[in-house]
């Protein structure tokens, strides 16, 4: 769009058109791409429209400045976004018109909705604008209208999810920095000067900058990052961690044949999505929060032979309905005499509640490739009018569905306390064990003690319970890779993000195994339980990059020597005092964490910078903290606009010392 326009898009499409016999032109292709050629003039319809209201408030507009910035504003867009842009300001302009139209077109989620690599395409033009006369801080200032747009576009939607804490309609994404041709580091002016506006402009929602580090990120980036953390309440940014990402990606082209169109001599240049899901750029239309599963049932259900734990109570007729067998007969537990038995119970399990989210989401895939065409955005994702068809019925080159893996930590952890417990120290019977689940553990509190503080966890670099960690991961995920949507060929993948689920689930699901009791919160996406991660911030990162897959013993992985079961990316928070960063010393030891968590950690990190006492007196006083941004889960929301159960899980969260 930058560098052809939205003209020579046009022209594309008309080609393709063209070349259709004329009983194509009358039927689905033909009707596909003449809704994409008219698509394909809103921009400059709508730009012009623009340029008219921008020629009359500048011919009334007495400040001279203002009147000079209106008139450059009507003249280009004359031009952009239908003609190439030449300038940076006329990339910016032409940018946000063209996301506008697509937000316009579409609903969350959809690669439609982020930028990609900002700093990459928009580079030449800031060079070349630079060059030219453009003075930075003017640069700086076009960046920052940009940022305000993209807030103020959803204003409507601040309130969407209330007590779940989504305060933001749509996640606008945008990755800076990262890995280029042959691991060349793509670090440029523009990339500081965009993480300047990010610290300029903070406190703000939106847009989410996701910054990519790899082996050969400068010292001089790391500095920046690790200044802007420290200075922080919250997360500036997301972090991505190109190797472990890439890695999940070549995994990816393996598993659905197409390496074609993901290898490596073009994978470095994916993207993230929404939060830190990460696809390829142009071509590549996979959805991300698709599917959120729910990996804790399949413990119950293996407690249980496939029945509620509970009987489920409706809360508005006050009835409790019979029980009702919802997962397979896998066998009664109480008469399993090893370890490898409950195993087996809970694979079966495992396999029934993917195999039932992924003909739930069948629904939803029909009735959007029935009903719901993008034609505008179809324009601009490749494969679509090549092949005549939208992308919502499975036009674009690349497109994947997501199943994303939600009570991750407290199903490792619950799986470890059975193993433990009932198996290896026979600290009492099966019978036992599921009693006291369905009393809430009351009646049980020293076998209680023995699941929270004896039992082993995940998260603490135990190369035992890390295995365990390891296989859970691998069987659920291989599990996702078997199946494709009917209706239009999309192939399933797996990831972990957990959205608000680990809260909206915990009163849903009784106590679990591992301790937790009813309402207690879950874990948050490839985050260890609360409280569990007892040996340090490394530990954590480290136990998180094993079950991923860590590396592989003869050097040959999916990328380099790294492997990575999750190609979506796998969401991982750290919550850290603001105190421990203070001071030079730390800065540096941070730094060497960050450099650590390249070789040994996760594919995504969120680094949230808490004052636990700030955030208790902002509960009480939240009149005077309506600026504070907190880390969720892969996004920021503003503290005071959460509901008070998710305030309260991030105020408990283990905040590591270095």
């Known amino acids: 769009m930058l560098t052809q326009g939205w003209k020579g898009i046009y022209a594309e499409i008309e080609r393709h058109y063209n070349a259709l016999s004329e009983v194509e032109k009358k039927g689905s292709k033909g009707a596909q791409l003449r809704a994409m050629l008219t698509s394909a003039t809103l921009p400059r319809d709508l730009a012009a429209r623009y340029s008219n209201v921008c020629a009359d408030l500048a011919s009334k507009e007495s400040d001279a400045t203002r009147q000079w910035e209106l008139q450059q504003l009507a003249e280009m867009?004359?031009?952009?976004?239908?003609?190439?842009?030449?300038?940076?300001?006329?990339?910016?302009e032409a940018l946000w018109l063209t996301h506008m139209l697509v937000m316009s077109d579409e609903n969350y989620p959809g690669p439609g909705v982020s930028f990609g690599r900002l700093d990459q395409y928009l580079n030449p033009f800031?060079?070349?604008?630079?060059?030219?006369?453009?003075?930075?801080?003017?640069?700086?200032?076009?960046?920052?209208?940009?940022?305000?747009?993209?807030?103020?576009?959803?204003?409507?939607?601040?309130?969407?999810?209330?007590?779940?804490?989504?305060?933001?309609?749509?996640?606008?994404?945008?990755?800076?920095?990262?890995?280029?041709?042959d691991g060349k580091d793509m670090t440029n002016d523009l990339t500081?000067?965009?993480?300047?506006?990010?610290?300029?402009?903070?406190?703000?929602?939106?847009?989410?900058?996701?910054?990519?580090?790899?082996?050969?990120?400068?010292?001089?980036?790391?500095?920046?990052?690790?200044?802007?953390?420290?200075?922080?309440?919250?997360?500036?940014?997301?972090?991505?961690?190109d190797e472990r990402s890439m890695a999940g990606m070549m995994l990816e082209a393996r598993r659905a044949g197409v390496e074609g169109l993901i290898n490596a001599g073009n994978v470095f240049d994916y993207a993230s999505v929404g939060c830190l899901e990460n696809t390829m750029v142009g071509n590549d239309r996979s959805g991300t929060v698709d599917n959120n599963l729910n990996l804790l049932k399949a413990v119950e259900l293996a407690l249980t032979a496939g029945y509620d734990l509970l009987p489920w109570t409706d809360p508005m007729t006050g009835k409790t309905e019979k029980p009702q067998r919802w997962g397979p007969d896998s066998g009664d537990p109480r008469t399993f005499k090893t370890w490898d038995e409950f195993w087996k119970a809970y694979q079966t399990q495992t396999q029934f509640i993917v195999k039932k989210s992924v003909e739930v989401y069948e629904k939803t895939e029909a009735i959007r490739a029935k009903y719901f065409p993008t034609p505008y955005l179809s324009c601009l994702v490749k494969g679509c009018a090549e092949s005549g068809r939208d992308v919502n019925q499975g036009g674009a080159?690349?497109?994947?569905?997501?199943?994303?893996?939600v009570t991750y930590g407290t199903t490792v952890d619950s799986l470890l306390a059975v193993k433990y417990l009932v198996y290896d120290r026979k600290e009492c019977s099966m019978d036992e064990l599921i009693a006291a689940l369905k009393d809430n553990w009351q009646g049980y509190e020293i076998l209680q003690a023995k699941a929270l503080n004896k039992a082993p966890k995940y998260g603490r670099d135990d190369d035992t319970a890390d295995a365990l960690a390891a296989e859970v991961m691998k069987f659920w995920s291989d599990e996702t890779w078997k199946y494709k949507t009917r209706s239009t060929g999309r192939q399933f993948r797996p990831g972990m993000l957990?959205?608000?689920?680990?809260?909206?689930?915990?009163?849903?699901?009784p106590a679990s195994p591992d301790g937790r009791t009813k309402g207690k919160f879950l874990s948050n996406a490839l985050c260890p339980s609360n409280g569990a991660d007892t040996n340090g911030p490394t530990a954590n990162a480290n136990s998180v990059g094993k079950v991923l897959g860590g590396k592989a013993k003869d050097g040959q992985g999916d990328w380099e020597e790294y492997l990575n079961v999750l190609p979506n990316g796998?969401?991982?928070?750290?919550?850290?005092?603001?105190s421990i960063l203070r001071d030079p010393e730390h800065k540096s030891k941070f730094k060497a964490f960050l450099r650590g968590y390249i070789e040994n950690g996760g594919s995504a990190l969120q680094i949230n910078m808490i004052d636990a006492d700030m955030l208790r007196d902002a509960q009480k006083h939240p009149e005077s903290y309506r600026h504070l941004l907190v880390r969720v889960t892969g996004y920021n929301a503003y503290f005071t606009a959460i509901g008070k159960e998710l305030q309260d899980e991030i105020i408990a969260r283990e905040s590591h010392q270095m």
């Open 570 to 578: 796998g969401s991982h928070t750290m919550t850290f005092n603001p």
């Open 397 to 405: 080159e690349l497109e994947f569905v997501t199943v994303e893996g």
């Open 77 to 92: 867009l004359t031009r952009i976004p239908w003609e190439p842009a030449r300038t940076f300001w006329e990339a910016v």
């Open 498 to 509: 957990s959205w608000n689920y680990w809260i909206s689930y915990s009163d849903i699901l």
């Open 126 to 181: 800031w060079e070349k604008s630079i060059k030219e006369g453009l003075d930075r801080e003017f640069g700086k200032e076009i960046l920052k209208c940009f940022w305000v747009h993209c807030n103020t576009a959803y204003d409507a939607m601040i309130r969407t999810g209330g007590n779940q804490g989504i305060t933001a309609g749509y996640g606008q994404l945008l990755n800076i920095s990262g890995m280029g041709a």
């Open 192 to 241: 500081y000067a965009i993480l300047e506006v990010v610290d300029e402009m903070t406190p703000i929602l939106e847009p989410k900058p996701n910054v990519r580090l790899h082996r050969g990120t400068p010292d001089k980036l790391l500095d920046k990052v690790v200044d802007m953390i420290a200075s922080s309440q919250g997360a500036p940014f997301l972090l991505n961690f």
